[in-house]
């Protein structure tokens, strides 16, 4: 694996395979130090029909709110917004298989991805870094930096949503990860040998 990490966030008419679509895609890919490279991308995708006529009314407030809902009927096909999306991703990821697919709460944004848009989800690694796990995590061992995490304010909208999911991590990474370089190596191999899981 290199050292570049993909960002995406989704936007869905819901949260079910069957019967929801996407609607927003965004991607930014940063370096190990969560740097951004280049300006991103941010898409709209126009959905079926079918798929604006089921939205949850919770949904539907959502989306109305932040603005996505009335762009939609200028919005793009789906393999369009793949195109754009792997591109910007091409540009910074060289080899497909290295980058890890980053954001918050992934795994939902991972299923749509596999089922609209294979070519892009087959050009990401197979881990994931989930900030959210890092957020339940600190939640339960670090309360005091977890409840002063930085506000949100996306508005539900996939590159805000991103932008803070990495300054989250960011966030994350001073308050609550070893300071660097970390443990010297016969630290680490101490620590290892108290967690080895014995055979058996």
Known sequence: MNDRMVWIDCEMTGLSLSDDALIEVAALVTDSE?????EGVDIVIRPPDRALETMPEVVR??????????????GTTLADAEAQVLAYVREHVKEPGKAPLCGNSVGTDRGF???????????????????????ELARRWYPRAYFNSPEKNGNHRALADIRESIAELRYYREAVFVPQPGPDSDTARAIAAKHVVRAG
């Open 61 to 74: 407030e959502m989306h109305t709110a932040s603005g996505l809902l009335a762009e939609l009927d200028g």
């Open 113 to 135: 991805l596999l089922r609209d848009m294979a070519a892009l989800e087959g050009y990401l690694h197979y881990r994931i870094v989930d900030v959210s796990s890092i957020k």
């Open 34 to 38: 969560l740097n951004i490279l280049g």
